[in-house]
């Protein structure tokens, strides 16, 4: 008895509980005791080994297969999902502000100004006398008619800030105040969501004081480490900073 014990002990990997085994001298059951351990299967005679055996197979099995395409189907969903939130697919484009226009907050021609400038499509409203977008000549003139209109009921549809991280830009001294360029071409301009802007650095645009956007963070730290200022992200300017600028 203890050498079949003994044989199926060795054939196991992993065995558990109490297992009957007939005696092969009397034909009765007999119980000896076997480690207890993760699995154990028992046939009419004797232990069946549970071991898992590696197999060295070519290609995929099903369960493989299956595991991809779930996986390729989540990423594309995720990847959908994505461009969705983003708006990415139906977003108007910016334009060029590079025709002689006027700022539809203040007035001011835009191509005659310095400093960062904005365009903003509202979902059910257009500007007053041209097709959209409505434009600005600065950021605080861009956050500002945002406001305006928001209180009479306009809904922004997506807003575009010039974004001084894609443009070699300068800084130049006029009139005692440090001024920086304007850079107006349609590929300049990104989304506020993918913008963080600086503000208090004391570097000024058209209307005085600028929030300059910029669509990296290391781009922002450079221009903060040289001019000062203070890093936010560009939807998180309220009525009451602009009020300030």
């Known amino acids: 008895?203890?050498?079949v014990a003994d044989r199926v002990h060795s054939k196991h990997c992993s065995i558990g509980a109490d297992v009957s085994l007939p005696s092969i001298a009397t034909g009765t059951a007999s119980i000896f005791r076997v480690p207890r351990?993760?699995?154990?299967d028992v046939y009419t005679k004797i232990a069946k080994p549970t071991c898992h055996l590696s197999r060295n197979v070519s290609g995929p099995t099903p369960?493989?297969?299956s595991r991809r395409q779930f996986v390729l189907g989540t990423v594309?969903?995720?990847a959908t999902g994505l461009a969705g939130c983003l708006g990415s697919s139906d977003r108007p484009e910016p334009v060029a502000l590079t025709e002689r226009m006027s700022c539809d907050q203040c007035g001011m021609v835009i191509t005659q100004q310095p400093g960062p400038s904005g365009q903003t499509y509202y979902q059910d409203n257009s500007p007053e006398g041209h097709d959209p977008p409505a434009r600005f000549c600065s950021t605080v003139c861009a956050y500002r008619h945002r406001f305006a209109t928001g209180n009479r009921g306009w809904t922004p549809q997506v807003t575009?800030?010039?974004?001084?991280?894609?443009v070699d830009y300068s800084v130049?001294?006029?009139g005692g105040a440090r001024v920086i360029s304007a850079h107006l071409a349609a590929e300049n301009f990104a989304v506020t969501e993918a913008l963080e802007v600086v503000i208090g650095s004391g570097i000024e645009g058209a209307m005085g004081p600028a929030?300059?956007?910029?669509?990296?963070?290391s781009a922002a730290e450079e221009f903060v480490s040289t001019y000062g200022g203070e890093i936010i992200a560009a939807e998180d300017i309220s009525s009451e900073l602009v009020a300030q600028q």
Do not use: C, N, Q
Request: aromatic letters at 14%; glycine letters at 4%; a negative charge.
């Open 1 to 3: 008895m203890s050498d």
């Open 37 to 40: 351990a993760r699995s154990f």
């Open 63 to 65: 369960t493989d297969s």
């Open 76 to 78: 594309t969903i995720a």
């Open 160 to 166: 575009y800030l010039t974004d001084y991280a894609t």
């Open 172 to 174: 130049r001294e006029e």
């Open 211 to 217: 929030i300059v956007p910029f669509g990296t963070t």
